[in-house]
């Protein structure tokens, strides 16, 4: 399969777009968002997991389990992980620096969704017996700041308390980590009952309590992610996508990050396009996953974003994330794939 017949990636070209995301990490397994000749920047867990899982898909064993080792070595002890780290040097040891300590519930609660991820598609009950008490720390400091309506606060506050208020992007990540996390106890042998009240209760004020959430329906990702995440199912989520189509998709291009801004996004394009496997519309999505092939460079790499206005990418970045958001979406697709089945969980 080529590029050019297909207009997906085939085998080899998504090699070098792992490649690309392997040369974001640094000597302690972090991976950043993008490389600059030996400098990096920013590390966040949510991205840095993504990007472990695309390289599990591609092969690259040896650089994903550095990167969840370094993760599970990097958490607190009440089961969280600073927002932001910041990488000075990629080939030196150390040269990483909490950058934000706050902590944002849905980036805690995605380390059960890489593991489990691992699980699919590995089987090795030693790694993911050493990775799991990481993963019962991190979801039960999520659960711990669930709201009673059932959504989660995004966030600690500056002053050590938590926020009261929820996002349904991320609430619906934690919906989906949530249900990676009891699949992966289950293999265990455990069971996790206030992680599946938890999830049930989450799932309830997604699907009803929607005004309950922070306003953010000008982003995509508030539109799909309940969607991608499980909480929204069936003849539900097919209405729901329909419901605002029009207003997010741009044909040939991708989808808008912003509903009023003409910006087009690979990352949440391939999101979209699980979310519609998900459903199993998969024509639709990848006829999105092509869509954003434009995007590409030549060295495998994809641009952040697309101003078609003003036919100009933006910001001026190839995130190592929106690369892994690709090979994570054609990987859903195949119908071999061992690991398709983390985002039916």
Same mark, same amino acid.
């Given at each position: 399969?080529?590029?050019?017949?297909t207009?997906?990636?085939?085998?080899t070209?998504?090699?070098?777009?792992?490649?690309?995301?392997?040369?974001?990490?640094?000597?302690?397994?972090?991976?950043?968002?993008?490389?600059?000749?030996d400098?990096?920047g920013?590390?966040?867990?949510?991205?840095?997991?993504?990007?472990?899982?695309?390289?599990?898909?591609?092969?690259?064993?040896?650089?994903?389990?550095?990167a969840?080792?370094?993760?599970?070595?990097?958490?607190?002890?009440?089961?969280?992980w600073?927002?932001?780290?910041?990488v000075?040097?990629?080939?030196?040891?150390?040269?990483?620096?909490v950058?934000?300590?706050?902590?944002?519930?849905?980036?805690?609660a995605?380390?059960?969704?890489?593991?489990?991820?691992?699980?699919?598609a590995?089987?090795?009950e030693?790694?993911v017996?050493?990775?799991?008490?990481?993963?019962?720390?991190?979801l039960?400091?999520?659960?711990?700041?669930?709201?009673?309506?059932?959504?989660?606060?995004?966030?600690d506050?500056?002053?050590?308390?938590?926020?009261q208020?929820?996002?349904?992007?991320?609430?619906?990540?934690?919906?989906h980590?949530l249900?990676?996390?009891?699949?992966?106890?289950?293999?265990c042998?455990?069971?996790?009952?206030?992680?599946?009240l #938890?999830? &049930? $209760? *989450? !799932?309830?004020a997604?699907? +009803?309590?929607?005004?309950?959430?922070?306003?953010?329906?000008?982003?995509?990702?508030?539109?799909?992610?309940?969607?991608?995440?499980g909480?929204?199912?069936g003849?539900?989520?097919?209405?729901?996508?329909?419901?605002?189509?029009?207003?997010?998709?741009?044909p040939?291009?991708g989808?808008h990050?912003v509903?009023?801004?003409?910006?087009?996004?690979?990352?949440?394009?391939c999101?979209?396009?699980?979310?519609l496997t998900?459903?199993?519309?998969?024509?639709?999505?990848?006829?999105?996953?092509?869509?954003v092939?434009?995007?590409?460079?030549?060295?495998?790499a994809?641009?952040?974003?697309?101003v078609?206005?003003?036919?100009?990418?933006?910001?001026?970045?190839?995130?190592?994330w929106?690369?892994?958001?690709?090979?994570l #979406?054609? &990987? $859903? *697709? !195949?119908?071999?794939s061992? +690991?398709?089945?983390v985002?039916?969980?």
């Amino acid at each position: 399969m080529s590029l050019a017949l297909t207009g997906l990636p085939c085998r080899t070209e998504l090699t070098a777009t792992a490649q690309t995301i392997a040369t974001c990490q640094s000597v302690d397994g972090a991976i950043a968002w993008e490389r600059v000749g030996d400098t990096a920047g920013k590390v966040d867990a949510w991205d840095h997991v993504e990007c472990a899982m695309a390289l599990l898909v591609a092969g690259r064993d040896a650089e994903t389990l550095a990167a969840y080792e370094w993760l599970a070595a990097q958490q607190r002890p009440d089961g969280t992980w600073p927002r932001e780290w910041q990488v000075s040097h990629l080939r030196d040891a150390g040269a990483i620096r909490v950058a934000d300590p706050g902590v944002d519930t849905n980036m805690c609660a995605y380390f059960a969704v890489g593991v489990w991820h691992y699980w699919c598609a590995r089987g090795d009950e030693a790694v993911v017996a050493r990775l799991l008490p990481s993963v019962v720390a991190a979801l039960d400091a999520v659960v711990a700041r669930q709201l009673g309506f059932g959504g989660f606060a995004w966030a600690d506050d500056p002053f050590g308390g938590t926020v009261q208020d929820a996002l349904v992007a991320g609430s619906a990540s934690i919906h989906h980590a949530l249900r990676c996390g009891i699949a992966l106890a289950r293999v265990c042998g455990a069971r996790q009952p206030e992680w599946q009240l #938890a999830a &049930d $209760a *989450l !799932r309830e004020a997604l699907r +009803t309590l929607e005004g309950r959430f922070l306003d953010k329906s000008r982003y995509s990702m508030d539109w799909y992610y309940p969607v991608l995440g499980g909480a929204v199912t069936g003849a539900a989520a097919r209405a729901r996508l329909a419901q605002r189509w029009d207003e997010f998709v741009v044909p040939g291009l991708g989808i808008h990050c912003v509903d009023d801004h003409p910006w087009v996004t690979g990352a949440e394009t391939c999101e979209l396009a699980l979310a519609l496997t998900r459903l199993g519309r998969r024509d639709d999505a990848r006829r999105l996953i092509a869509d954003v092939q434009h995007l590409r460079d030549e060295s495998g790499a994809y641009h952040t974003g697309f101003v078609y206005t003003d036919g100009l990418r933006w910001p001026i970045e190839r995130s190592s994330w929106t690369g892994a958001a690709v090979i994570l #979406a054609l &990987d $859903a *697709l !195949r119908a071999d794939s061992p +690991t398709a089945r983390v985002f039916t969980t």
